[in-house]
């Protein structure tokens, strides 16, 4: 059985950094691309970064570009974003999805879902 | 960046009735799109991709059609457990993007 377990979040202050993780079990992780997606309260779905298989090729969003890094240990099956210089309006539930393939184009759809992390920042 | 256009943004359907749910590229995106079912409090949940490839356990009355530009997601016949928001999204291009949603709300 796939699952994604997310964990990291909390409240933190505008400025400051914060890492999540996202342990993956019950399928070959090394194999598949991943990615993050949030949810800020009661919006809709935002996707915010990704990291193809092997290779580990990334890929941001523009409203994270530059203070979010993507990074997974396919040792450790685990997957992480490290979040730097938080905003008020970085305030979401951060899930982590497996992608259906190693990272090309037609693979980033997302069949299996973490439960989700929230992140609060506000000062 | 490829916009991701939902209508509309809520829909009220009677239980057993069909539902129609668009969704609109501002560019081609091929059929790289997919359709997401998210009840709250839980994570979003795959219904289709490839525009129109159901996922793995997703009943029949869920339908996805579409290419280039204009996609539709059709509900046969609603069920009580099909009220819930629907997004869609596309995997052409990056940066990945998702429409803003359409709230299927019971009549």
């Known amino acids: 059985e796939v699952q994604l377990v997310e964990s990291g979040g909390g409240l933190v202050q505008p400025g400051v950094s914060l890492r999540l993780s996202c342990a993956a079990s019950?399928?070959?992780?090394?194999?598949?691309?991943m990615t993050w997606v949030r949810q800020a309260p009661g919006k809709g779905l935002e996707w915010v970064s990704g990291?193809?298989?092997?290779?580990?090729?990334?890929y941001y969003a523009d409203s994270v570009k530059g203070r979010f890094t993507i990074s997974r240990d396919n040792f450790k099956n685990t997957l992480y974003l490290q979040m730097n210089s938080l905003r008020a309006e970085d305030t979401a539930v951060y899930y982590c999805?497996?992608?259906?393939?190693?990272?090309?184009?037609?693979?980033?759809?997302?069949?299996?879902w973490g439960q989700g992390a929230l992140v609060t920042v506000s000062s | 960046e490829i916009v991701m256009t939902q209508s509309p943004a809520t829909l009220s359907v009677s239980p057993g009735e069909r539902a129609t749910l668009s969704c609109r590229a501002s560019?081609?995106?091929?059929?790289?799109l997919a359709w997401y079912q998210q009840k709250p409090g839980q994570a979003p949940r795959l219904l289709i991709y490839?525009?129109?490839t159901r996922a793995t356990g997703i009943p029949a009355r869920f339908s996805g059609t579409g290419s280039g530009t204009e996609f539709t997601l059709t509900i046969s016949s609603l069920q009580s457990e099909d009220f819930a928001v629907y997004y869609c999204?596309?995997?052409?291009?990056?940066?990945?993007?998702f429409g803003g949603g359409t709230k299927v709300e019971i009549k």
């Open positions: 999805a497996k992608s259906s393939g190693s990272g090309y184009r037609s693979d980033w759809y997302f069949y299996y």
């Open positions: 019950g399928f070959t992780f090394i194999s598949y691309a």
């Open positions: 990291i193809s298989a092997s290779d580990e090729s990334t």
């Open positions: 560019q081609s995106v091929s059929s790289n």
């Open positions: 490839g525009a129109s």
């Open positions: 999204q596309q995997y052409n291009n990056w940066p990945l993007t």
